[in-house]
């Protein structure tokens, strides 16, 4: 039983890294699903820019990928992240961390 409130904790909480880190990179939230499977690939595949101006840019997806995995490893959720705007109780765009 223990668990389960563990593993519904855990989805819990990457879910909302996952869309404090989307809405932080400008994305709709519909690219939410996108950028939850990128967190588990290794960056090296993920697919390249292409140059097309496509909307989002796989580089936006990248982004916001990297935040939500900056905000998981900080047990971090809050739409400012680990590192953003307000982060870690320091003034907008700081860091208190070392």
Do not use: F
Not at 22 to 42: N, Q, W
Not at 50 to 61: A, H, I, R, T
């Amino acid at each position: 039983m223990a668990d389960a409130a563990r593993e519904r904790a855990l989805r819990e909480r990457r879910a909302l890294a996952v869309a404090a880190a989307v809405k932080e990179a400008g994305l709709e939230p519909s690219y939410a699903l996108a950028v939850a499977e990128m967190i588990d690939e290794d960056d090296a595949d993920w697919p390249a820019c292409c140059g097309s101006s496509c909307d989002p840019c796989v580089l936006s997806l990248a982004h916001a990928a990297r935040g939500a995995r900056a905000r998981l490893q900080a047990g971090d959720d809050s739409p400012g992240g680990a590192d953003g705007p307000g982060g870690d109780d320091g003034p907008p765009g700081e860091t208190t961390r070392p």
